[in-house]
């Protein structure tokens, strides 16, 4: 039986803040008949047993908990969720993870985190001009100041915690002076994600404007995504900062998983994964994505009310999306020397037309190009002291 990750969305598209480049906010449109989005007690148990059950024989269970804003819920929801962990796992142990914006965070909050071992992912984009320009609220005031109190509620009950860096126009071109505010916030562990959407000219049949790559009529880039050779530049400047003055004290989550492909480990990251469908999507309804970047129609799999996750995990519609990664590369990929530690990046952003006319061209294939050369050098000297 395969073990997949779920991403549950129990509060499935709805947020506190209206961040402007947010990719899932509008999936409340294929819920149009929804009269609540919030997760019922129903779904919530079986999520937990199934998980449970499809992930037996593990050290641990995972449950991860991202939105929308899963805070929207309330202490309780997650409360009366660990009492089943407790009451379902018998004597494994749980591991919990959330996902958050922190608007809502406060003592009672930050107590029950760090009392339960939460791993906390902070969705902060570097200092009060590169975060509020896109990341408001629905007055349209900034969220900065707000994400820095909960960070710093965080640090003082010591949850552990990491950031979530959403690198877009408006922070792309200043990548030490994100760098530099994330240092001086106390910050040591971060996640960069490159935004780059396409937006649809005309509304499509599921009334979704962020489109898939396999969306074939006319579309273009989204205006607050970043450029292929921007992202580089921001990667190379931002690891020359790193390894100049931080290396083993900062962790880089990116710097780390190409170290890791390059030592010829199982990668801990999707995007540079050889295939791709071990991580689904979970609405608050019960429904299963494919990935929580492919949630449109075509990619669900079922409702866990009517098909536990253990035979979603093995149906042919997920293991053929997770070798489409392989098998739909783009040809241009077999002569790059960088495959291995690249594997032609996230389907989602494969939407460029390669050499053989084929609409599977990763769209920030030139910014991996010239990240992993300028990186090249340094990584094969760490590995060679590791080995």
Known sequence: ??????????????????????????????????SDFRM????????????????????????????GEPTLLGLDFFKKALQLQRNLAGSTPCVNSLQTNGILLNTEWAEFLAKHRFLVGVSIDGNQQHHDTYRKTRTG????????????LLKRHKVEFNAM???????????????????????????????????????????????????????????????????????????????ARDFGKIFIYNFESTLTMKAGLPGNSCITAETCGNAVALESNGDVYSCDHFVY???KLGNIMAEP???????????????????????????????????????KHRFLISSDGQRNKNYLCDAYKMYFSHTEKFMDFVLSKLN
């Not at 199934?50 to 050290?59: C, E, H």
């Not at 005031?141 to 707000?146: A, P, Q, S, V």
Request: glycine fraction near 6%.
């Open 40 to 67: 019922s007690d129903e779904v919530l148990e079986a999520y937990i047993s199934q998980t449970i059950s499809q992930q037996k024989g593990k050290k641990h269970y995972e449950f991860s908990w991202q939105g």
């Open 297 to 299: 129609p075509e990619h």
């Open 141 to 152: 005031k900034g969220t900065h100041e707000r994400v820095l109190k909960a960070i710093n």
């Open 309 to 347: 996750l253990a035979e979603l995990a093995e149906s042919q519609q997920l293991k053929t999306f997770g070798l489409n990664k392989k098998s739909d590369r783009s040809v241009d990929c077999n002569d790059c020397r960088f495959l291995s530690i690249c594997n032609g990046g996230c389907p």
């Open 165 to 243: 860096v959403v690198v877009h126009q408006a922070n792309v071109h200043d990548p030490l002076g994100v760098y530099n505010a994330l240092k001086s916030y106390g910050i040591h562990h971060i996640q960069l994600t490159p935004l780059v959407e396409r937006q649809a000219r005309e509304i499509p049949d599921d009334n979704l404007i962020l489109v898939s790559p396999a969306y074939s009529a006319a579309a273009d880039v989204a205006r607050w995504s970043v450029g292929a050779k921007e992202y580089g530049q921001f990667l190379c400047d931002l690891f020359d900062a790193w390894k």
């Open 1 to 34: 039986m395969s073990s997949i990750h779920v991403m549950a969305k129990p509060s499935s598209s709805k947020c506190n803040i209206d961040c402007e480049y947010c990719f899932y906010l509008e999936k409340e449109k294929l819920y149009p008949d929804a």
